[in-house]
């Protein structure tokens, strides 16, 4: 059985079942500020919006921000938006977001990030993004190696150390190896508690202490 795609308002999509999947732009011009929802119609029936496609807007030179106002649970693919170059700021508020890995890998001039309710970052997810300065990362649960690694201009970053009331997950477990690896504008950060006695899959134990004990390389090459 072959591929269902469907074209509504800006966007592209592949239909599966009663899921629909961000796939790409409608047209080849696209549209700056891209805003996904959590629903959309089709020949009288409602799918939901669970996930941005791998490579969906790959390379592409037009999107400056990405906005949802999701409450559900979504993917955003590996590769979604790699290197998209004009991309400035990613909001997601309420979706449960799972992003993947390299999604948003050297989108040089972003600035904002605000998905608070990611269930896990993806390694690499935001590597080399070079202009990201804010990160609300605020009910995440694992951030993967090199998740954001050449982030240079990072200078805040926020967690929480209890559930939030609107997340699936519980609060920051893990945190890989060379996570903020070169994060070299970071003044401080606060790791949880939550933190505590973990080892991930490359055996390292993950801290809870901040920058006085980096026994897993996560903040390598950064300023303390």
Do not use: W
């Amino acid at each position: 059985m072959g591929q269902t795609y469907v074209n509504v308002g800006d966007l592209k999509y592949q239909l599966y079942g009663t899921d629909a999947y961000v796939a790409g732009f409608a047209t080849s011009e696209g549209v700056a500020d891209v805003v996904i929802p959590e629903t959309i119609e089709s020949d009288g029936l409602t799918f939901n919006v669970t996930k941005i496609n791998s490579q969906a807007f790959y390379y592409n030179r037009v999107i400056k921000s990405i906005t949802s106002t999701s409450r559900k649970y979504y993917i955003i693919g590996s590769y979604a938006f790699y290197s998209c170059k004009n991309l400035e700021s990613v909001d997601i508020k309420y979706a449960h977001t799972y992003i993947d890995v390299r999604a948003f890998m050297y989108c040089s001039n972003l600035l904002t990030v605000k998905i608070p309710n990611a269930g896990r970052i993806g390694a690499s997810a935001f590597r080399d993004c070079s202009s990201l300065q804010t990160a609300d990362l605020t009910y995440v649960t694992t951030i993967e190696e090199y998740a954001f690694s050449g982030c240079s201009s990072l200078q805040s970053i926020e967690f929480s150390s209890s559930k939030s009331p609107n997340s699936l997950y519980e609060y920051l477990a893990r945190i890989d190896r060379f996570a903020f690896q070169n994060c070299s504008s970071l003044p401080y950060i606060i790791i949880p508690g939550s933190c505590a006695n973990t080892t991930n899959e490359y055996g390292s134990a993950i801290f809870n202490t901040g920058f006085n004990s980096d026994a897993n390389n996560v903040f390598t090459g950064c300023n303390r």
